[in-house]
């Protein structure tokens, strides 16, 4: 029994570990990379500073990650969104999930840093004309961002 837990969590190691090896040349670039396990954590980052949040959807059910709201100094400088698994869909497969990845720059540090302490990036997860109507977001990401003055 000990063994198979074992070989289990060696297999999934090499999964994540393979993964990572095949990520977009775009993505290996950035500072830092934030996933759904980030969600709830709170950061400090420097002006100038690029990162992107990273998380699965099903777009094909109508559902889709938008920004609910930026903290001071932070811009949305891009927004993409790649299959899960490219080579299924290579393969006429229809459905199936998304990444969608949203980078992010710092482009200024407030004045007074004690005024915008705690601001939060907000993503929330929804099928857009739901959420319109008053229902709420299925699943929100969020994180605790300040920006200081970079080196």
């Given at each position: 029994?000990n063994?198979m837990k074992t070989?289990a969590l060696?297999?999934l190691?090499l999964?994540?570990?393979?993964g990572c090896?095949?990520?977009?040349?775009?993505?290996?670039?950035?500072?830092?990379?934030?996933?759904?396990?980030?969600t709830?954590?709170?950061k400090?980052?420097?002006?100038?500073q690029t990162?992107?949040?990273?998380?699965?959807?099903?777009p094909t059910a109508?559902y889709?990650w938008?920004v609910?709201?930026l903290?001071?100094?932070?811009?949305?400088?891009?927004?993409t969104?790649q299959?899960?698994?490219?080579?299924?869909?290579k393969q006429?497969?229809?459905?199936?999930?998304d990444?969608t990845r949203f980078r992010?720059?710092?482009i200024s540090?407030p004045v007074?840093l004690?005024?915008?302490a705690g601001q939060?990036?907000?993503?929330?997860y929804?099928?857009?004309?739901?959420?319109?109507?008053?229902r709420?977001?299925?699943?929100?990401?969020?994180?605790?961002?300040?920006?200081k003055?970079?080196a």
């Open positions: 029994m063994a070989f060696l297999s190691g999964v994540a570990i393979s090896a095949g990520l977009p040349p775009a993505e290996k670039s950035t500072n830092m990379i934030f996933a759904a396990a980030d709830g954590t709170t400090t980052l420097k002006t100038g990162f992107e949040v990273k998380l699965l959807g099903t109508g889709s938008e609910q709201s903290p001071a100094g932070v811009v949305l400088v891009d927004k969104s299959p899960e698994n490219p080579e299924g869909r006429g497969m229809v459905g199936g999930n990444w992010f720059k710092t540090a007074d004690q005024s915008t939060a990036l907000v993503l929330r929804a099928r857009p004309w739901e959420f319109e109507a008053g709420p977001a299925e699943q929100i990401w969020q994180m605790q961002i300040s920006v003055p970079g």
